[in-house]
């Protein structure tokens, strides 16, 4: 079984500073995940992602860390905006492709103007 | 290109009653998986359909069911509810098995009170 945990409820950052968002995994089999973000009344968006083949993904302002040996990975969004305010959850990308993803509790990020 | 919908946006019921939510997935994708998100929680899986099959069902209890039908739309069924049940439940698609793409696109969720 995977669990998949982000053990900050809530992170506050100024606009314009980086903003640092964690996901830690507990089974090493599982080799792609995913971030998405949530704003209220809407589902969850897919944001970027990242393959065990690699430990870095870039994409814009947002990149994605893999650290397979601690089984930790990280979102960086730099610079930080008002609009990046949302709820962020990583998630698996499950036993077969797509569909049966396992999702942390998610992280609220808001960013301060 | 219409993104996924989901109906209704919002629905009360009493506890034992029966709910039967509804989904229609992006254009040309085949998959569909739903999952309920309770407050202050990720989206819990509940099931996938590829292609009218079932594809994975996650630890819901058997009042749970759903089904897909030929133009990939799907409904999730919960029979006798309980106030527990009282969640938002997102529908996703994706393009399904066999593909490169693992991202799911989420609709809007159907938010289902029990009382």
């Known amino acids: 079984d995977q669990q998949v945990k982000q053990n900050s409820p809530s992170l506050s950052v100024q606009e314009g500073r980086i903003s640092i968002l964690n996901c830690d995994y507990t089974?090493?089999?599982?080799?792609?995940f995913l971030w998405y973000k949530k704003y209220p009344a809407e589902g969850p968006t897919f944001l970027i992602s990242i393959s065990s083949i690699k430990d870095k993904n870039e994409d814009g302002r947002f990149t994605v860390f893999l650290n397979k040996s601690a089984k930790h990975l990280s979102l960086h969004i730099v610079p930080s905006q008002p609009g990046d305010s949302a709820v962020y959850f990583c998630?698996?990308?499950?036993?077969?492709?797509?569909?049966?993803?396992?999702f942390g509790d998610g992280t609220t990020l808001t960013v301060k103007p | 290109d219409a993104g996924v919908t989901q109906s209704p946006t919002h629905l009360i019921k009493t506890r034992g009653q029966h709910v039967t939510l509804r989904c229609s997935p992006i254009s040309g994708h085949k998959s569909v998986s739903w999952y309920q998100q309770v407050l202050g929680q990720g989206p819990q899986f509940i099931f996938q359909?590829?292609?009218?099959?079932?594809?994975g069902r996650g630890n819901f209890p058997d009042r749970f069911s759903a089904r897909q039908f030929p133009n990939y739309s799907s409904e999730l069924n919960v029979n006798a509810l309980l106030l527990g049940d009282s969640a938002l439940y997102l529908c996703?698609?994706?393009?399904?098995?066999?593909?490169?793409?693992?991202?799911?696109?989420f609709g809007p969720g159907t938010r289902l009170t029990v009382t």
């Open positions: 359909y590829y292609e009218k099959e079932e594809r």
């Open positions: 998630a698996d990308k499950g036993n077969t492709n797509a569909g049966k993803s396992t």
């Open positions: 996703a698609s994706s393009l399904g098995p066999g593909t490169d793409s693992y991202e799911q696109y």
């Open positions: 089974n090493s089999m599982f080799d792609y």
